[in-house]
């Protein structure tokens, strides 16, 4: 066929009942087509948070990563953050579209016009104590090395819990698993030779690497212990217990920070989950009024 | 033999499997969508209806929208009157799945094509702290001696790369 002139005319061609392709026109469903039955024996509401617990780590990190983009120490970084930042957000659709077709939806749904597609409404139409990512993934980035820092922790208790979430018995869960492990296997090794290049380069790089990890370490104590919602899907079969990641996780981050010369702080206690659970810090509420700002103050938007 | 429904004539699977595989990427446009392996099958319904599954590159893949709407509009113009374009997410698309002639297609683009995907294992994913150890001749010239740029670029499935004999920069899909 011959090519439309530019990928506007091919939108504005396009046979859909609504000739845009952006935010709030339902153009393109990322789950179209797909089977979202629930497993049998399997809490729909219950499947539909951990979607959310995990669409949120993603959404949240990405917004984080994004606020690097022109502010990056250089060009090639910039659009390193970028790609990483696009793959979390692109894990994120395809895990709010899952949570919305379980029909987990909160207050969103009420406040969201009926053109907007789920994945969009939980995005930018829920509040901040409706999100469910760890406070992890919410912290401030903070500068440079902490970010990088707070990447390769992040990055790696995802890797390793998608690694074990490839065996779900929710197959789309398993399949948005199976296709995220090579994204964040990227992610990782960037992150880690990040924290190696800085950890073992300057006394300046050294210090604030170190200063990346000593603020980084105690956020570690809201990702590892399970909900009742995630200790009820682990029963079930359908998702990971977060407490089992630790060795691995350990063992990943002791062996980069051994690597890169800097002092592993002493893992922190664990406490009762409070990202998961809906509790949240002001930094929080912050990103998320930044990010939904434009679709809430114009909710039919469509350009 | 089922049909598709089209505005009289009769028309096979096979006439519109023809007409999905002209359609091209909207970032490699050098390649189309069969070359790419994101086109995974072309099939009519008991109904009449045209049912073409595709699968994304990446999980942030901007261009699925695009895709999805090329295909509808060339099999529409073609006179395809019912179409569903489907998303397929398993198994995950690797690089090994760009054809023979995409990858042709890629170098005479100037787009040095990827070697073989990495081998993954049931188990944990082992961290690599070294370099990404990749090699690409320079589409240009030919040579063997280039070397990594940035391991990021324009889209997510690219790496920039520069060749040390005739010095040209260039683009190459990585292995994933």
Partial sequence: MAHEETVYDALANAADDHGH?????????????VDTTVPEGVDPA?????????????????????????ASPELEEEVAVAN??????????????????????????????????DEDALA?????????????????????????????????????????????????????????????????????????????????????AQEGVDAVWPLLADVLTPTDVEQRLVDAGVAVDPAGLREEVEGVLTTVLERATLTVPAWPAATAPRGRSGQHGPELAELVAEMQSLARQHPAATW | MVTAVTGGTTRTVDDARVVAETVTDPELPMLTLADLGVLRDVRVDDDGTVVVDITPTYSGCPAMGVMRADLVHALHRAGFADVDVRTVLSPAWTTDWISEAGRRKLAEGGIAPPGRAPVRAAGPVPLQLGPTRRTADCPLCGSADTVEQSEFSATACKALRRCRSCGEPFEHVKEI
């Fill in chain 1, 124 to 208: 930018y139409f829920r509040d901040p104590d409706e999100f469910r990512n760890t406070g992890l993934v919410e912290a401030p980035g903070g500068d440079f090395g902490r970010t990088v820092v707070r990447l390769l922790v992040a990055s790696t208790v995802r890797l390793a819990l998608f690694a074990r979430l490839r065996g779900s018995r929710d197959p789309v869960l398993a399949a948005i698993a199976a296709k995220g492990v090579h994204e964040l296997t990227y992610h990782r090794d960037h992150a880690a030779r990040w924290v190696l290049r800085l950890g073992d380069g300057t006394a300046e790089s050294h210090r604030r």
């Fill in chain 1, 84 to 117: 990483v930042a696009l793959d979390l957000l692109g894990q994120a659709r395809l895990l709010l579209a899952r949570a919305g077709s379980t029909g987990v939806l909160g207050r969103s749904r009420s406040q969201a016009t009926d053109s907007i597609p």
């Fill in chain 1, 46 to 70: 219950d499947l539909g948070t951990y979607c959310l617990m995990l669409g949120d780590d993603a959404l949240v990190l990405a917004q984080r990563l994004t606020q690097w983009v022109t």
């Fill in chain 1, 21 to 33: 392709w952006a935010f709030g026109t339902g153009f393109d469903d990322p789950l179209a087509g």
